[in-house]
Nanobody
Framework: QVQFVESGGGLVQAGGSLRLSCVVS????????MGWYRQPPGNQRELVAG????????KYADSAKGRFTISRDNAKNTVFLQMDSLKPEDTAVYYC????????????WGQGTQVTVSS
């Protein structure tokens, strides 16, 4: 079964930056569009950013536009999320997975990485 191993989270002050990484154990990784998702405390999981299989096309949730950058390295089966100008409302567990506009339809998730932004 495919595995997603997220890392790079932590505690940061508002205005700070973090870079998340996700290694994917999937032989067809380079053929799949990927997404970063997050689940704030007490809320549903939401799609934050998506990237095409080649990495040439990206899209962001309104909350992430201008502050987050998604990228990928197909040679290393890794997808990244650079997060700048972090806000307390960015506090959540962050996950990567295949790109899906309805995250509640995804059955399998990795352990995620916790991001906590203090004010």
């Amino acid at each position: 079964q495919v595995q997603f191993v997220e890392s790079g989270g932590g505690l940061v002050q508002a205005g700070g930056s973090l870079r998340l990484s996700c290694v994917v154990s999937r032989s067809t990784f380079s053929l799949n569009a990927m997404g970063w998702y997050r689940q704030p405390p007490g809320n549903q999981r939401e799609l934050v950013a998506g990237i095409s299989s080649s990495g040439t096309s990206t899209k962001y949730a309104d909350s992430a536009k201008g502050r987050f950058t998604i990228s990928r390295d197909n040679a290393k089966n890794t997808v990244f999320l650079q997060m700048d100008s972090l806000k307390p409302e960015d506090t959540a567990v962050y996950y990567c997975n295949l790109l899906c506009l309805q995250p509640d339809r995804i059955d399998y998730w990795g352990q995620g990485t916790q991001v906590t932004v203090s004010s």
